[in-house]
């Protein structure tokens, strides 16, 4: 059993930073898949960055510029969102794939206001 846990979320104002992490516990001996998705109000969860086992990434359109996606450590997750708008404002949960098991984070608010 996995277990995953985000943190460093909060309220910043338009152009402000934010470094999401999610931490992964139990029965990880290896690399695997991370992700981070997003939810708006009454929007469905969308992608934002996905990360392989070997260090190959991919984001979002609405991502690409501004966050960066990567790993402390095997298990840990990081998404460093930059340049952050109002329409970033979202609940993030990480994601990973391990042993063809998905898991998932119990998410982090993000909001994004003056």
């Known amino acids: 059993q996995v277990q995953l846990v985000e943190s460093g979320g909060g309220l910043v104002q338009p152009g402000g930073s934010l470094r999401l992490s999610c931490v992964a516990s139990?029965?990880?001996?290896?690399?695997?898949?991370a992700g981070w998705y997003r939810q708006a109000p009454g929007k469905q969860r969308e992608l934002v960055a996905t990360i392989t086992s070997g260090g190959i990434t991919n984001y979002a359109d609405s991502a690409k510029g501004r966050f960066t996606i990567s790993r402390d450590n095997l298990w840990t997750s990081v998404l460093q969102m930059n340049n952050l708008k109002p329409e970033d404002t979202a609940v993030y949960y990480c994601?990973?794939?391990?042993?063809?098991?998905?898991?998932w984070g119990q998410g982090t608010q993000v909001t994004v206001s003056s």
């Open positions: 994601n990973a794939i391990i042993e063809a098991r998905t898991y």
């Open positions: 139990g029965n990880i001996f290896s690399g695997y898949y």
